[in-house]
């Protein structure tokens, strides 16, 4: 059973920056596509970002595109998204996942994925 916890959430001011790390235990994510979602207040669980398990295929929302970046290092057992340049749309709980196919499909669809983490909060204020 593959457990996926969050980091590194937490107040930002706008136009500052948060790298959020997703360590994995109980197996390794050699194999696993994993993925970011945030939701904010009132809306629904979106898709931010994607990795495929062998890091060729990467996808972004067009809202994080140029700002976000996914990585991975299979070594640690871990993921990460560097936000940079965060405005207060950013708000919201972001969770990472895995799914076990080891893809990232373009549209990044919550339903692909099987394992998540309880959640980080990140709030963009001045």
């Known amino acids: 059973q593959l457990l996926l916890v969050e980091s590194g959430g937490g107040l930002v001011q706008p136009g500052g920056s948060l790298r959020l790390s997703c360590a994995a235990s109980?197996?390794?994510?050699?194999?696993?596509?994993i993925g970011w979602f945030r939701q904010a207040p009132g809306k629904e669980r979106e898709g931010v970002s994607c990795?495929?398990?062998?890091?060729?295929?990467?996808n972004y929302a067009d809202s994080v595109k140029g700002r976000f970046t996914i990585s991975r290092d299979n070594g640690k057992n871990t993921f990460y998204l560097q936000m940079n340049s965060l405005q207060p749309g950013g708000t919201a709980v972001y969770y990472c996942?895995?799914?076990?196919?080891?893809?990232?499909?373009?549209?990044?669809?919550?339903?692909?994925?099987?394992?998540w983490g309880q959640g980080t909060q990140v709030t963009v204020s001045s």
């Open positions: 996942a895995a799914e076990s196919l080891g893809g990232c499909q373009r549209r990044i669809n919550m339903q692909h994925f099987d394992y």
């Open positions: 990795i495929s398990s062998s890091g060729g295929s990467r």
């Open positions: 109980g197996d390794t994510l050699d194999y696993y596509g």
